[in-house]
């Protein structure tokens, strides 16, 4: 079970503005490590969209941007459009846990 | 163009073995951290195993300490596990993933990942 809860499911229409979710505790986020986010396309491997909270890898659109404050992150995707339909996940580092990363519960988005 | 590729993933009984593979290329394979990430049916993401690139720091997932071992070929830029007493909720798509760590950034995390290979325990 995770310890990062992300909403199962958010939607919008195209050119809507949706936000997600990453909710830790204090050996996570709020211990002030990084968030990263991924998003995962139906049937494929998973894929590095923002890191560092809000650094985008090349290739990545602007419309993807990412914030984090006190124990929870989010990643704000602004003028949905179609591809955008897809799985994401937050991922940090649990001061908790073994193997200190870990990932968040996954959010899928849908497009209207 | 950085390239993982996994195999070794296929059918196992309850209590089985199986090793899995990720050949690496693109990048210099011996400066950089592995980990595996495996996908349950339908379910979420979940960190397996991490190694270091000299293979002297190796991190497990609480649920499979003790039964996995990862492990790496430097000569054959190749990333291994090995997995032991395998159960039924180990089945999953396995992926390999390289990990990063970049000046100003706290946590890790993985800029590429393979295409994943799928285990399935059952008998």
């Known amino acids: 079970q995770s310890v990062l809860t992300q909403p199962p499911s958010v939607s919008g229409a195209p050119g809507q503005r949706v936000t997600i979710s990453c909710t830790g505790s204090?050996?996570?986020?709020?211990?002030?490590?990084?968030v990263h986010w991924y998003q995962q396309l139906p049937d494929k491997a998973p894929k590095l969209l923002l890191y560092?909270?809000?650094n985008r890898p090349s290739g990545v659109p602007d419309r993807f941007s990412g914030s984090k404050s006190g124990t929870s992150a989010s990643l704000d995707i602004s003028g949905l459009q179609v591809e955008d339909e897809a799985d994401y996940y937050c991922?940090?580092?649990?001061?908790?846990?073994?193997?200190?990363?870990?990932f968040g519960t996954g959010t899928k988005v849908t497009v209207l | 163009e950085i390239q993982l590729l996994e195999s070794g993933g296929g059918l196992v009984q309850p209590g089985g073995s199986r090793r899995l593979s990720c050949a690496a290329s693109?990048?210099?394979?011996?400066?950089?951290?592995m980990s595996w990430v495996r996908q349950t049916p339908g379910k979420g993401l979940e960190w397996v195993a991490g190694?270091?690139?000299?293979?002297?720091?190796?991190n497990y997932a609480d649920s499979v300490k003790g039964r996995f071992t990862v492990s790496r070929d430097n000569s054959k830029n190749t990333l291994f596990l090995q997995m032991n007493s395998l159960r039924a909720d180990d089945t999953a798509v396995y992926y390999c993933?390289?990990?990063?760590?970049?000046?100003?950034?706290?946590?890790?995390?993985?800029?590429?990942w393979g295409q994943g290979t799928r285990v399935t325990v059952s008998s």
């Open positions: 693109g990048f210099t394979f011996s400066n950089q951290g």
């Open positions: 991922q940090s580092y649990d001061n908790s846990l073994s193997g200190f990363s870990v």
């Open positions: 190694i270091n690139g000299n293979s002297v720091i190796r």
């Open positions: 560092g909270n809000n």
């Open positions: 993933a390289r990990r990063v760590t970049v000046f100003g950034v706290l946590t890790p995390f993985f800029d590429d």
């Open positions: 204090s050996s996570n986020i709020g211990a002030g490590y990084d």
